[in-house]
């Protein structure tokens, strides 16, 4: 029998205190807020990680990215739940809306962008059994919308150096459909 994992208070919602099954409404979650915009990450392992899959709710404000561009080993996908953003994808730029589906095989170059007039939510869907290899290429498009690097590399902390560390907040009123 699995055992269900106990849900404690954490800075910014709540959290799984171990792994096993949980019922986590998105709205109570812990939240984190930073320069890439707001996140729950729904986890459950001590290293905070799922064993399989990965599963994140971004939300972005118009002109914030969700990350650098990049590829990575990991099987992604990605369903726009609300407002707009553009899709950053092989060099590429397209539009995107309220319940497009984005697939993104392994090492497929991508990054989200909000646009629209207002929050852009986006729920993340990635593999976890690959061995966490990744690059940042330097793409001219990715920084013009201030969502890359600006020398290819294959180190996050390189990549990401000089970014603030993200803080933990609780749900914000209008980041997610309904809620």
């Known amino acids: 029998m699995v055992p269900e994992a106990q849900l404690k208070p954490a800075e910014g ?6 792994e096993g099954w949980f019922v986590l ?5 812990k939240w984190l807020d930073g320069h890439f915009g707001a996140y729950t990450r729904f986890e459950a392992r001590p290293d905070g990680r799922f064993r399989q ?3 994140n ?12 561009y990049h590829g990575e080993d990991e099987q992604e996908d990605f369903l726009i739940l609300q407002g707009e953003c553009l899709l950053l994808i092989e060099g590429e ?4 809306k309220q319940w497009d589906f984005v697939h993104c ?3 497929t170059e991508h990054v989200f962008v909000g646009a629209g007039d207002g929050p852009c939510a986006l729920l993340a869907v990635g593999s976890r059994v690959g ?5 940042y290429p330097r793409s ?3 920084l013009k919308h201030k969502a890359g690097a600006e020398q290819e590399t294959r180190d996050p902390d390189e990549s990401y150096a000089g970014i603030p560390e993200d803080k933990p907040v609780g749900y914000q009123s209008g980041w997610l459909p309904g809620a």
Request: charged fraction near 20%; proline fraction near 12%.
């Open 93 to 96: 730029e397209r539009p995107l």
């Open 131 to 135: 061995k966490d290899e990744v690059v």
């Open 57 to 68: 709710i971004g939300v972005l404000g118009p002109g914030q990215a969700s990350c650098h």
């Open 53 to 55: 899959l990965g599963f």
């Open 13 to 18: 919602g709540l959290e799984p205190a171990g």
């Open 140 to 142: 001219e498009l990715a």
């Open 25 to 29: 409404n998105a709205r109570d979650a």
């Open 105 to 107: 095989p392994p090492m």
